[in-house]
């Protein structure tokens, strides 16, 4: 996967400079001051994610591979995971993931959460069933659909989306790690939501769905829009950013029948 | 590792005196016949320090091997309820026979337990203990930890022993009786663990990455105390 990206990236790239070879310093600063606007030159864009990318090397099953993604510290994660909840910033990609995203989020981060439901999600049975014996925390079964589930999100949802982009020629390609990290980082927001989730009233329930999902939904919307903003077709660039945050409200909504709300029925 | 380097030393010696020896023979045969005997004195030691070496087992009665890996283990389970002494040497001669046994009893006293279908399977149990030992240790690896591979799973393996107690104590006591004792059973097993398992693996990473070791070790342990508490 990842060495078919590099060679598409190259081709591109080249192509790319031999275009615009000689502004790309002053389109950088152009890039700064006004921000990823609308009308934003592509080269700054693209050298910065270019450069990003080049550091990236080794071979895909080695581990020193691997262990160019776990190269954070403490206060960086504490920063992405926090920024990943407050859209306060303009571009959760550019703004936090590059130079180096890191694998140690989403991983952890999705295990917190496969067993965050596990183990919240059989408090709120047994509540519901108002401790009645024999039915508390025995179901087993909800750690693994919810592994199930939450990793092929976060692996399948993004690949998808870079298939997209790569399809579509998108001048901001980035690369699939990034995205898996961005992915990864936005599902932060429901580990707390899961504890919330305990207290059994439905339109209480309701609420931290369109909040968390309003909150991250805004995050994820705001990281891809930049990357297909410029697509020839609008209907792709906006059915594009529609569709990442309908996915992410059904997976909070699965999240709410399936594991919580599924004694009602 | 001074009495190898000191055996080293002597067959070094022996075979230079050898070698001299041969040549004293080659000159004359009344210092030839004297020769064997004030090499076989020298040998002496020699032999003694094959014997502290402990890596000729296979002289000894299998009883007397089995009894020293015994005692080798049971000087970590030592270690863990109550730290002391010298951590670096238990580092050192790592083994997994520990982990194995404790996530093997830990899979058997807590495979449906309540009966119903909704239990975890014997697979389950294990899957979780182990390879989520070697999942946190590849962590500790991955961010950079100065340890190897097969200490850090030894060390994490071992740790699990007061969840383990503890489980036993809940499943085969307790079961499904006095709720609140066995919550405060499980969480001293589970402050235990993480506690001595801090102890062991603090030392291996810079300032900088320590939460990002501590937490994936104390997430495991809660994820076995949460399965001990609700499954027994």
Redesign the interface.
């Known amino acids: 996967m990842d060495l078919n990206f590099q060679n598409f990236e190259n081709v591109n790239s080249t192509n790319e400079q031999s275009g615009a070879f000689g502004g790309n310093i002053g389109d950088r600063n152009n890039l700064v001051g006004s921000g990823a606007s609308s009308s934003a030159p592509s080269g700054g864009v693209f050298d910065d994610s270019q450069s990003s990318t080049s550091t990236r090397k080794g071979n895909l099953f080695s581990?020193e591979y691997?262990?160019q993604?776990?190269?954070?510290?403490?206060?960086q994660?504490i920063k992405r995971l926090l920024n990943s909840v407050v859209p306060t910033h303009r571009n959760y990609i550019q703004d936090f993931l590059q130079p180096i995203p890191d694998l140690?989020g989403p991983f952890?981060v999705s295990?917190?959460l496969v067993?965050a439901i596990?183990?919240f999600g059989?408090l709120a049975q047994f509540i519901e069933n108002d401790g009645a014996k024999?039915t508390?925390?025995?179901?087993?079964?909800m750690v693994?659909s919810a592994s199930t589930l939450i990793f092929l999100y976060v692996v399948i949802v993004p690949l998808l989306l870079y298939g997209l982009l790569w399809n579509r020629r998108s001048e901001l390609l980035h690369p699939y790690v990034d995205l898996v990290c961005l992915y990864g980082y936005s599902l932060a927001i429901f580990i707390p939501v899961t504890f919330l989730w305990i207290i059994d009233i439905g339109w209480f329930r309701w609420a931290l769905i369109f909040m968390s999902v309003g909150l991250s939904g805004t995050v994820l919307a705001r990281a891809i829009w930049p990357a297909v903003q410029n697509d020839v077709n609008k209907m792709v660039a906006f059915g594009t950013i529609i569709t990442v945050v309908v996915l992410h409200f059904l997976l909070a909504f699965t999240f709410k029948v399936y594991f919580f709300d599924s004694m009602h029925t | 590792m001074n009495s190898f380097g000191n055996a080293s030393v002597d067959i070094d010696m022996l075979e230079r005196e050898m070698a001299a020896e041969q040549t004293a023979n080659l000159s004359g045969n009344i210092a030839g016949m004297s020769a064997p005997k004030s090499s076989s004195n020298r040998r002496g030691p020699m032999q003694e320090v094959d014997l502290d070496a402990e890596f000729d087992t296979l002289e000894e009665p299998v009883w007397d091997t089995v009894k020293r890996d015994v005692m080798t283990v049971g000087a970590k389970f030592s270690h863990v309820i109550l730290p002391h002494g010298d951590k670096q040497q238990l580092l050192r001669d790592w083994d997994l026979w520990g982990p194995l046994f404790i996530c093997v009893g830990l899979a058997l006293l807590l495979q449906h337990n309540g009966g119903t279908e909704s239990a975890p399977q014997f697979t389950q149990v294990f899957t979780i203990t182990f390879f989520g030992s070697v999942i946190v240790t590849a962590n500790i690896k991955l961010l950079g930890g100065n340890i190897s591979f097969f200490q850090s799973l030894c060390v994490i393996g071992y740790c699990l022993l007061p969840p383990f107690a503890a489980a036993v104590l809940c499943s085969l006591f307790l079961h499904g009786i006095a709720f609140p004792l066995r919550l405060l059973i499980t969480s001293i097993g589970f402050v235990w663990s993480t506690y001595a398992a801090m102890g062991f693996l603090a030392g291996c990473q810079p300032d900088k990455k320590r939460l990002l070791v501590i937490y994936p070790v104390f997430l495991f342990y809660f994820i076995v105390s949460w399965m001990i508490i609700s499954h027994s």
Do not use: L
């Open positions: 581990f691997y262990q993604f776990f190269d954070v510290e403490t206060d994660v140690w952890w295990v917190t067993f596990g183990i059989n024999g508390y925390g025995s179901d087993f079964r693994t």
